[in-house]
């Protein structure tokens, strides 16, 4: 169904228009925050610019990948075979908590678990490789629609190179229409759809951002995404979900750029925009 859309254009460094649900949440910071929001009837965000996605642009991986197990080229019971050449041991990379730094065999499906809800940037190396390398990925989200989104660098080039991380970027509204996809089976058959969005629920990163004020009850499906500093400037701290509660789902988008705020309080910034949405989709 068409959005209602509202696009409000906000810069958190100036003044804040008084409409916005989310103004006490955002304004005086140090930073440039977009919000969007959406259920199946209306779409509204506060800024129509892109933004650097850090590790939420896993999620992007991650369905390229499943849309290569839905054609058959790929098999999540399949064993990856990854050599010692393949690891980066000083990258963020849970999995090495249980596999050796020398080598190991995983299947797929663990794989996607590591990108998605532990954020292992090894994984997500291999698996973009596994995808076609960052060019399939990019003609990946193009193909499904995703007309405003950029991948462009792998979690290897970003560790390297600081400036890189503001290549893989997108629109608020790219995201939240990646979100809908996903919830509403729209890029593979079903249960690839309820595997995705399974993981996602498992993601135990940012358990201080979207999810932090929200009922033990609601179900958030989320993908997060932290940076560099460059100097006192965080690049990026992100949160994108999936949101139920009971028969109602909605989807967010919060994204934190060039941040002169410390860590806790970008966080505290996205949780409390979460409960500012939770609050105004109850009293919908």
Not at 263 to 271: C, L, R, S
């Amino acid at each position: 169904m068409r959005f209602l859309l509202q696009i409000i254009i906000v810069s958190t460094l100036l003044a804040c228009t008084q409409t916005s649900p989310f103004v006490n949440e955002i304004k005086h910071k140090k930073a440039d925050i977009g919000i969007a929001i959406a259920d199946d009837m209306t779409y509204w965000e506060n800024s129509s610019r892109i933004y650097p996605l850090m590790s939420v642009f896993k999620l992007h991986i991650a369905a390229a990948i499943m849309d290569k197990v839905n054609k058959g080229e790929l098999n999540l019971e399949q064993n990856i075979k990854i050599s010692a050449e393949e690891l980066d041991i000083n990258t963020w990379t849970p999995m090495l908590k249980k596999y050796p730094q020398t080598g190991f065999n995983i299947k797929l499906r663990d794989l996607l678990y590591y990108m998605l809800a532990e954020s292992d940037n090894n994984a997500c190396d291999i698996l973009i490789e596994k995808a076609g390398g960052i060019a399939a990925v990019q003609e990946y989200v193009q193909r499904i629609g995703l007309k405003n989104t950029t991948i462009k660098v792998t979690e290897g080039q970003m560790q390297k190179d600081k400036m890189s991380q503001y290549q893989n970027t997108a629109t608020l509204e790219d995201l939240i229409l990646l979100l809908k996809k996903i919830n509403n089976n729209e890029l593979f058959v079903p249960i690839l759809h309820k595997e995705l969005i399974d993981i996602m629920f498992q993601t135990n990163t940012g358990e201080d951002k979207i999810k932090k004020y929200l009922p033990q009850t609601v179900c958030v499906a989320h993908k997060t995404g932290s940076s560099s500093r460059l100097k006192n400037k965080k690049i990026a701290d992100n949160d994108i979900a999936i949101i139920k509660d009971g028969n109602k789902i909605y989807y967010l988008a919060v994204l934190i750029t060039d941040s002169y705020e410390t860590d806790d309080t970008n966080a505290e910034i996205i949780a409390k925009i979460s409960k500012a949405a939770y609050i105004a989709s109850v009293n919908k």
